[in-house]
């Protein structure tokens, strides 16, 4: 089973990413659960979400302590949030900013990977919302899950023009993360 | 999860666990639904309205009201003229329903309601435990407990069934944990129509109010006469023992899927340790018990599904090789310092030869979450209980002592 972490604050889409990408994963023929961190979500604050993957059913209900992977969407976080708290040795942490992973330090012996989803989303989305975005850096960081899936999951919950945008922008980061052979 | 049949992938989609009950009842076919938002229960009430707006739910009126007592007393005068009803709450709003929970169970009305269950106020708390639905205990609704999505979504399905059934004609609480089920996201397969119309007959009442043949519904009842409605009400009761099982059973049949009837077991044919426990909480035990079974421990789990009515002979039955019997409660009664399913397994006990040791933890208070190694350290102690006996009966789980 992997355990995803999703670090964001609240309006990002954090909640949405989880679950995005559980539908891919389910796509994908693995069994998927995920879900907020039950908190009072207001904007702005820190949230989590959370995603388990595996190839059995899921019946697992705490939170994840120990993740395999963590998704930072917003760099300001790491000063606020022990965002890699708990983070599995050969795990790896995927965060949102265009400085080079040394420049984060962090708490942890797991892979730092950084990703400029911002910019990818002006250009392509034309707005800066990283939550789709980073999905498909995961997936290129990662090889845990198809890109196809997480397009698609995208373009039923967002469909027309935004989740075709969405999905352009999946993909390129998806190409980012492949040709940088993360 | 099934225990037993198959998984079906091919017919899953992931979605919300509130979806996935809002869209039982919507093929359920209710006739009214009246119900007030309230966390972590909207997300239901909110997908209904949308499938009433959306003309998705024919020949059902969706009645908007002020408050839970409201709701619920609207559901009233409805079942009573032959409709099925469907509503649901939370927390503060099922408390505020109390008085009118009496009223449909006395008046024998098949009511539905899904229970999201959430802590109780003071202070103020949005998360799961059960303190709401175990308060309204002796109200004389029927209480299933909810493992995971598709058993909440299926067992909305079978209340209806259980409900409605000539036999019994007492209303039923479908409960599910607030946030852990109401707002995960898991695959599930949503329940099919022409299935459910197969399993699930129209609701043909017995009586209805009728200005052409009028009758009372909830008239005096004398000192001459009130007792025997008090004993008819307990008969129902006993009538659907069975009738939860059957439900369970026909709903295999139909459906392929299955969670037990009043209980389901885990690993306890040769366990020396069996855990009780209702609601999410069931999915991390069971993946504590494959663990530990690795390590030899030969541990098991009793899964209650029916805490209303109390399943007293299946689980005697289920825990009579035991060497000792672990009951978790998402609940307290205070003064007593035990959760509620402790205090009735033992006493389901007493007055047979079965000398068990039965220890009680309440856990998951207002949401604390429940982790595998909280589990693992109540299954070691009562590992330490069968070697010497019970040192403490009943205790909370998890207490920061530095709060205190």
Redesign the interface.
């Known amino acids: 089973m992997k355990e995803i972490r999703i670090h964001g604050r609240g309006g990002q889409g954090s909640v949405t990413a989880a679950e995005l990408l559980a539908v891919a994963a389910f796509a994908d023929g693995k069994f998927s659960q995920a879900f907020p961190a039950f908190g009072v979500e207001r904007r702005g604050a820190p949230v989590q979400a959370f995603t388990r993957i595996s190839d059995t059913p899921i019946r697992l209900r705490s939170q994840i302590y120990e993740p395999d992977y963590v998704i930072v969407q917003d760099p300001t976080l790491i000063e606020v949030v022990d965002v890699a708290g708990g983070l599995k040795e050969d795990g790896m942490i995927l965060i949102n900013s265009d400085f080079d992973p040394s420049k984060f330090k962090l708490d942890t012996k797991a892979k730092v990977v950084t990703v400029n989803a911002t910019k990818v989303a002006l250009d392509i989305i034309g707005r800066p919302i990283v939550n789709t975005v980073l999905l498909g850096a995961f997936a290129g960081a990662t090889g845990n899950i198809r890109p196809e899936s997480i397009k698609e999951a995208v373009k039923e919950r967002f469909p027309g023009k935004v989740g075709d945008r969405n999905a352009e922008a999946i993909q390129q980061a998806y190409d980012m993360m492949k040709e940088a052979n993360v | 999860?099934t225990t037993k049949g198959k998984?079906e992938?091919e017919k899953?989609v992931?979605v919300?666990g509130s979806y996935a009950v809002a869209h039982a009842v919507k093929i359920c076919r209710p006739n009214v639904i009246s119900a007030y938002p309230i966390t972590p229960q909207t997300h239901i009430v909110e997908g209904l309205s949308q499938f009433i707006a959306d003309g998705e739910i024919s020949n059902c009126e969706y009645i908007n009201v002020e408050s839970e007592f409201s709701a619920l007393s609207a559901l009233v005068g409805s079942s009573a003229v032959g409709a099925r009803c469907y509503s649901a709450t939370t927390s503060q709003g099922l408390e505020l329903m109390h008085e009118v929970l009496f009223n449909v169970s006395g008046m024998r009305l098949p009511i539905v309601m899904t229970v999201v269950n959430r802590a109780v106020s003071a202070p103020i708390n949005?998360?799961n435990d059960h303190q709401d639905a175990i308060s309204q205990r002796d109200t004389g609704w029927i209480q299933l407990y909810a493992e995971?999505l598709q058993e909440a979504a299926d067992m909305t399905a079978q209340a209806f069934k259980i409900a409605e059934d000539k036999e019994v004609l007492m209303p039923a609480m479908v409960c599910m944990?607030g946030?852990?089920l109401s707002?995960?996201?898991?695959?599930v397969v949503l329940l099919e129509q022409e299935l459910t119309d197969e399993y699930l007959p129209t609701y043909e009442p017995l009586n209805t109010l009728d200005p052409k043949k009028p009758l009372s519904f909830g008239a005096l009842a004398d000192p001459n006469y009130y007792t025997e409605f008090r004993y008819l009400q307990q008969k129902a009761m006993e009538n659907s023992l069975k009738k939860i099982e059957d439900a369970a059973n026909e709903f295999y049949d139909v459906f392929g899927r299955y969670y037990g009837g009043l209980i389901d077991e885990y690993q306890t044919e040769d366990a020396d340790i069996i855990l009780m426990a209702m609601g999410?909480?069931?999915?991390?035990i069971?993946?504590t018990i494959d663990n530990l079974r690795q390590k030899g421990v030969k541990v098991g789990l009793l899964k209650v599904r029916a805490f209303r009515p109390f399943p007293a002979e299946a689980i005697r039955k289920a825990i009579k090789d035991a060497k000792v019997v672990v009951v978790l409660d998402k609940n307290i009664s205070l003064g007593l310092n035990e959760g509620a399913l402790f205090t009735e397994t033992k006493s389901c006990l007493y007055n047979t030869k079965n000398r068990v040791p039965v220890v009680g933890y309440m856990i998951g208070h207002g949401?604390r979450?429940?982790?595998?190694n909280t589990i693992e350290n109540i299954i070691s102690e009562a590992q330490e209980v069968m070697k010497t006996g019970i040192k403490l009966e009943s205790q909370f789980t998890d207490v920061r002592e530095e709060l205190l």
Do not use: A
Request: aromatic share 10%; glycine share 6%.
């Open positions: 999860m998984l992938m899953m992931v919300e949005i998360w995971d944990d946030f852990i707002h995960v996201y898991e695959p999410s909480i069931v999915g991390t069971k993946d949401g979450d429940i982790r595998m």
